[in-house]
């Protein structure tokens, strides 16, 4: 089984954002970034699959600016094979990145496709869904669980009455959720070995597709902050503040 | 300007998310509803019942992301809208339609602005994208805790669409949480419990305060992965979103990714040891101490007080 897994490089979770100030965005000069937690899920289930045996080969794919390769290494140090930026400083809606994508399918024809369920930064949750419906692949989305039968999977997904399990024919599309594993720490000489993996650059204008969004963006603001409220002294006076609160409320 | 709204329903049953779905694509147009169901009947019934619905379309099939992506897409021409709510079925197929259609989707919507104007949350809600969509055809997720849902008493006509729709993907089991508290996404009052709670008898406890008090029980990913709650109560950036009139945090730290769930609270209350817990500072009303004394004399004085709801 062949393996491509795709990664983004994002905003690191723990860095506190801040929207700038004339409403362009938010400011990612100078903030640390690292690969987006979900994708290195999806990179260790690969990983974790190729370990049982089964597997010839995994891809790392990401598409982004030049400094994106950090993300790649990070992958290749992880246990994947060799990896492939798609180089861009665009911003790039989520049907574009899809549709780079699925001419990487096209070009590598894997077996399996690995992705994040979504990325921290844009929240968006679209990738994996838009990629298995332009490589008419099927698709088990937010996976806690990847099991191997055969020509088949058995996921089990995060849903919202609980879990559920599917099966898939491969070639598939699977998105990973925090749940389905423990992300390794890469050791030392897995990430000094990481350096001489190979690692193909090529620029997204070469795949012909129209890389131009079709949103506009007005503009990115903060949120409304919360004021500050009190500290009660004794549980009367929260059973209280509870009960003037739910008393307040109306009949839905 | 028509909607073609897509109902989610588990277990037989209508979301009640759908009439807060309704009340909000109502800003777009005429709605008309599409249940995919193995049994649509009962679920189109509830679903006729919502007032603005013109009418409800079913299709006989197991829903998965194909079968019901397929039903859209055979809909889709006739609409300039095609809504979904931003739960765990909408996320799975919407994406997978916009695909289809080549249109690219504006989702997680918490404000319609105007009908190509959407307002959605980024960067776990630590940011508000506002977005125009120049398409022709729009297609939304929407987030049912921002909206406040439509009336009932409408009797829209119940039509069957009879396509066939097929799936490589197959339906294996469904792993349901058995539980009878309401609805997390829409419920009025929601009772957090975080890993502090210390194991799955523990949040027992919090289990009881929400049956004092009518709500729903929530819980941090910690409590969630250290298997003290069960996965479908998570809130935050990659759980379930809410929006209840009040929130009441037990022994949670207010991580950001946590927080992103919970901005729609119109009050939090907080009990925490911790006076410099993020989720404290941000509390409207906070009591700090022990959770394990609190919660049970908490339980008892609101019994006193006897709010039966
Ligand atoms: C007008 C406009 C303004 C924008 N502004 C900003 C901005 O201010 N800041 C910003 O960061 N982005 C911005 N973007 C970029 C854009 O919103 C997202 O980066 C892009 O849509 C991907 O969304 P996502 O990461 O949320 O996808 P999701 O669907 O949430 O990602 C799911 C999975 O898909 C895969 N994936 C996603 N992106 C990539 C990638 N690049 N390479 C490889 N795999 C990938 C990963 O496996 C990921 O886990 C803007 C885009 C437009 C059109
Ligand atoms: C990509 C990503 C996505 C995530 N998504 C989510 C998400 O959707 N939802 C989510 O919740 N988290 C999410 N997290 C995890 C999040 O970062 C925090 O780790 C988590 O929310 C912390 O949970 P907690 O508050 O239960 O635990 P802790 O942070 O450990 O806090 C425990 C709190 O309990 C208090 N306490 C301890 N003992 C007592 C006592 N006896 N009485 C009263 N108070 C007590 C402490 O003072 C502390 O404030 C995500 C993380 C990542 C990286």
Redesign the pocket.
């Known amino acids: 089984m062949k393996i491509l ?7 690191d979770h723990n860095v506190r954002i801040r929207v700038r100030p004339d409403g362009t ?2 400011e ?1 000069t100078g903030v640390r970034m690292s690969m ?1 937690p ?2 290195k899920h ?1 990179v260790e289930a690969a990983v974790q699959l190729a370990e049982k045996g089964d597997v010839s080969e995994i891809v790392i ?4 600016p030049k400094q ?1 390769n950090d993300v790649i290494l990070t992958a290749l140090a992880m246990g994947a094979r060799r990896g492939i930026l ?1 180089e861009t400083d665009a ?4 049907l ?2 899809a549709k780079l ?1 699925a001419k990487v399918v096209s070009e590598e024809q894997p077996d399996l496709i690995l ?5 921290v ?8 869904q838009m990629l298995a419906a332009l490589t008419n692949r099927p698709q088990a989305t937010f996976a806690s669980q990847i099991v191997v039968k055969g020509a088949e999977l058995e996921v089990t997904r995060e849903v919202d009455y609980g879990r559920e399990t599917i099966s898939v024919p491969l070639p598939a599309v699977v ?1 990973a959720d925090l749940r389905l594993n423990t992300p390794r720490n890469a050791a030392l000489p897995m990430v000094m070995k990481a350096r001489s993996k190979p690692l193909a650059v090529r620029p997204a204008t070469e795949f012909g597709v129209d890389l131009a ?5 007005e503009k ?1 603001s903060p949120p409304t902050e919360r004021v500050p409220g009190k500290t009660v002294g004794s549980v009367s006076d929260f059973a209280a503040a509870v009960a003037s609160e739910v008393n307040e409320m109306e009949a839905l | 300007m028509s909607v073609l709204l897509l109902a989610d329903h588990d277990n037989g049953v209508l979301s009640p998310a759908t009439a807060r779905l309704v009340a909000a694509s109502s800003a777009l147009g005429v709605v008309d509803i599409l249940v995919v169901a193995e049994n649509p009947a009962s679920i189109a019934a509830e679903a006729a019942k919502i007032a603005g619905v013109q009418k409800v379309i079913t299709v006989t099939a197991t829903p998965i992301a194909e079968t019901i992506t397929n039903s859209l897409e055979n809909l889709a021409q006739r609409y300039r809208n095609v809504v979904a709510s931003a739960s765990s079925v909408g996320k799975d197929v919407i ?1 997978r339609l916009a695909a289809k259609l080549d249109i690219q989707p504006v989702t997680d919507v918490v404000e319609i602005l105007s009908p190509n104007r959407f307002t959605r949350p980024i960067y776990a809600g630590n940011a508000l994208e506002t ?1 125009e969509d120049p398409q022709a055809t729009h297609l939304l997720t929407f987030r049912a805790s921002a909206f406040r849902p439509a009336a009932s008493g409408n009797t829209a006509p119940v039509e069957s669409l009879d396509i066939s729709v097929t799936s490589a993907a197959k339906f294996l089991a469904a792993h349901r949480t058995d539980s009878d508290t309401p609805d997390l996404a829409t419920a009025q009052i929601v009772i957090g419990g975080g890993v502090s709670v210390g194991s799955a008898e523990g949040f027992q406890l919090i289990e009881k305060l929400g049956k004092t008090l009518g709500a729903a029980v929530g819980a941090t990913r910690a409590a969630v992965d250290a298997g003290y709650a069960p996965n479908d109560w998570q809130i935050g950036q990659t759980g379930k979103i809410i929006a209840p009139d009040l929130y009441i945090a037990i022994g949670i730290s207010g991580a950001l990714q946590h927080l992103a769930g919970i901005q729609g609270a119109k009050k939090i209350f907080a009990i925490n040891s911790d006076p410099e817990a993020p989720l404290v500072k941000i509390a409207d009303v906070a009591l700090i101490g022990d959770l394990f004394e609190i919660v049970p004399q908490l339980v008892t004085e609101l019994e006193r007080l006897g709010l039966k709801r």
């Open positions: 897994v795709a990664v983004k490089r994002v905003v965005g938010v990612t987006n979900f994708c999806a794919v990401s598409i982004g994106s798609i911003a790039l809606e989520t574009t990145i994508l992705l994040g369920k979504q990325a930064d844009d929240d968006s949750n679209h990738v994996g998105t969004p079709r949103l506009r963006t990115i | 994406p977005v």
